[in-house]
């Protein structure tokens, strides 16, 4: 951030924006116990009038949810985001934030604030992609930063370039014109923004009143400052081996393919040197950048074995080492358990730096051994590797918060095959920190295929399916989405779709969050309608469904290993 920035005063409009203060009744009203809130995470249709009283908002008579209202809608989404709400199972109670609101530190008071004015962008968002709201808010106030940006004829031309030179589609322009007019559009003046004007100006954003008057507070310049530090750092052919290890970093932290930025300075050179180059530098750096590094290497393909093999002496590769090539090279067993367990606190400790203590706890969990997550956390503790004591203090500390760990929350789903009649669903308790990957395998068990065709699941705009099987666009790899993650920012429906030549689609919905069961074992399929569809059916030889057997259906789910191979 720039140094000369007002932190203060831009805190201050953050504190007090309306978005905020109605965030803020909304969070004391709910208070604690709490409110049961739907599969949505949104107030249910019972206490949406009580809701709207609160705030002194119109309801009307009739609606599903309090995602109906956008003035319901808009600050709860922000609470949530903040933290001024937490939602636990299937209750929404008063946040940490909440006490702490005017109290907290400036630059935590701008934390929350961002966080809220993303998830009210989610939230806003065309589900078919849900980044669209925000590049239109944060394109909206970079147009009205320049000079002449209060310019209702050309803000619409600004703001379309703006947004095609941020996004890597090429039909994101088009998406974001769509989203504008039928969100928006003011049809009496013909102002396309005057809609966003006044949410911006909720959120303490710009001030004004349209396209014509409105202005960018000191708080809006700031979010796009915060935007511009977060967006993914860029590599130059020039760049020394230990800078591209610092951006590829960056990305592992992000959650984005370090690969993109590192392919053009590999070209730049003979791929194989630059890769040894990049583990070299990479090795007394972050977890991060040896992680980054390392999937850079596993990328040469033939020439892979060669760069692992000339760096495995270095000081924290060698279990990386050892893990690649055994993968590479099938014939030779390198890994240990000591290996395995290393690796655990390396990743544990890159996503501590990126996403958190909850996913560095799921790490933790998911790759050591250990009857709870204490014994797992001694585990931990006594690893020889340079983070990980401050790995576990930090999960000690999440964990002494009182804020619910991804580890104990189950997601009870619905997963029907879509125009079908009669309905075929089943419905399942899975873990929440599951990959996208595992879920896969499980609907497999669920409906009976045999796994020979392709698949993938949509999220909103992204496509996630298994890496070695590339579907030729921008696919992302399913193994690195948790559950949790594919249906953040209140998102109720994904897809899957089975076999590309029967496209067999199915709609995965979010019916509830329970608390885990210890003495559960998940997946846990627990209703059903309908047998299977016959995968291969022939009119020349036709079949019956098999029936649907409920128990050897649960039997084979508890044979599933959801846990970490210890690998790379």
């Excluded at 031309?157 to 947004?163: F, L, Y």
């Excluded at 960018?216 to 511009?228: D, F, M, N, P, Y």
């Excluded at 193994?479 to 709609?507: C, Q």
Aim: some cysteine.
């Amino acid at each position: 951030m720039n140094g000369s920035v007002d932190v203060a005063g831009t805190a201050h409009l953050a504190r007090g924006c309306l978005m905020a203060e109605q965030a803020r009744t909304l969070a004391s009203w709910v208070g604690r116990p709490g409110r049961t809130v739907t599969a949505g995470r949104v107030l249910r249709r019972a206490d949406v009038a009580a809701a709207g009283a609160v705030l002194g908002v119109p309801v009307p008579e009739k609606v599903r949810t309090a995602a109906d209202v956008p003035a319901l809608h808009r600050p709860w989404s922000f609470a949530l985001g903040s933290g001024l709400l937490k939602i636990s199972g299937s209750v929404a109670a008063a946040g940490p934030a909440l006490e702490q609101w005017s109290s907290s530190a400036d630059t935590e008071a701008l934390d929350a604030w961002w966080a809220g004015f993303r998830a009210v962008c989610t939230a806003e968002s065309d589900s078919r992609h849900e980044g669209s709201m925000i590049a239109l808010a944060l394109a909206f106030l970079e147009a009205v930063s320049l000079p002449d940006g209060a310019d209702p004829n050309g803000s619409w031309h600004r703001v379309t370039a703006i947004v095609e030179r941020h996004e890597e589609e090429k039909d994101w322009s088009e998406r974001v014109q769509v989203h504008s007019v039928t969100q928006y559009l003011d049809y009496g003046t013909g102002d396309r923004f005057a809609g966003l004007v006044q949410l911006l100006g909720r959120l303490g954003a710009v001030t004004g009143d349209d396209s014509a008057t409105v202005a960018v507070t000191a708080l809006g310049r700031w979010s796009l400052a915060r935007a511009q530090a977060e967006r993914p750092s860029t590599v130059t052919l020039d760049m020394p081996a230990q800078a591209v290890a610092e951006v590829l970093a960056d990305h592992v932290r992000r959650g984005t393919d370090p690969w993109t930025p590192v392919r053009r300075w590999l070209e730049f050179r003979r791929p194989a040197v630059g890769a040894r180059e990049l583990l070299t530098a990479a090795a007394d750096l972050s977890a991060a950048a040896r992680i980054g590094a390392g999937d850079v290497a596993d990328g040469l393909g033939d020439e892979a074995p060669a760069v692992w093999q000339a760096v495995a002496h270095l000081p924290n590769l060698g279990a990386h080492a050892r893990v690649s090539l055994t993968a590479l090279k099938d014939d030779e067993p390198y890994v240990t358990p000591a290996d395995a367990r290393w690796l655990a606190v390396e990743f544990a400790t890159a996503a501590l730096d990126g996403t958190g203590p909850d996913e560095a706890l799921t790490v933790l969990f998911d790759r050591l051994p250990g009857e709870s997550v204490d014994t797992r956390l001694d585990v931990a503790a006594g690893i020889d590797h340079p983070d990980a004591t401050r790995v576990t203090a930090a999960v000690h500390e999440f964990l002494g918060s009182g804020a619910v760990p991804s580890i104990d929350q189950v997601y009870q789903l619905k997963v029907g095959l879509m125009r079908w009649r009669p309905p075929i669903w089943r419905r399942i308790l899975v873990p929440s920190t599951i990959m996208l990957g595992d879920l896969h395998v499980v609907i497999q068990l669920l409906f009976g295929w045999d796994g020979d065709h392709l698949h993938q699941f949509a999220v909103g705009g992204k496509r996630y399916t298994d890496p070695y099987f590339r579907l030729g666009g921008d696919e992302r790899d399913e193994s690195e989405v948790r559950l949790r993650e594919a249906f953040a920012g209140g998102t109720k429906k994904i897809r899957y779709e089975y076999d590309f030549g029967a496209s067999w689609w199915h709609e995965i919905t979010l019916e509830r969050t329970p608390e885990r069961d210890p003495a559960a074992t998940y997946p846990l399929c627990t209703a059903f309608s309908g047998d299977s569809p016959v995968e291969y059916w022939s009119e020349d030889d036709p079949q019956e469904p098999e029936p649907f057997d409920l128990t050897e259906i649960n039997r084979r789910l508890a044979e599933l290993d959801n846990t970490d191979n210890g690998g790379r």
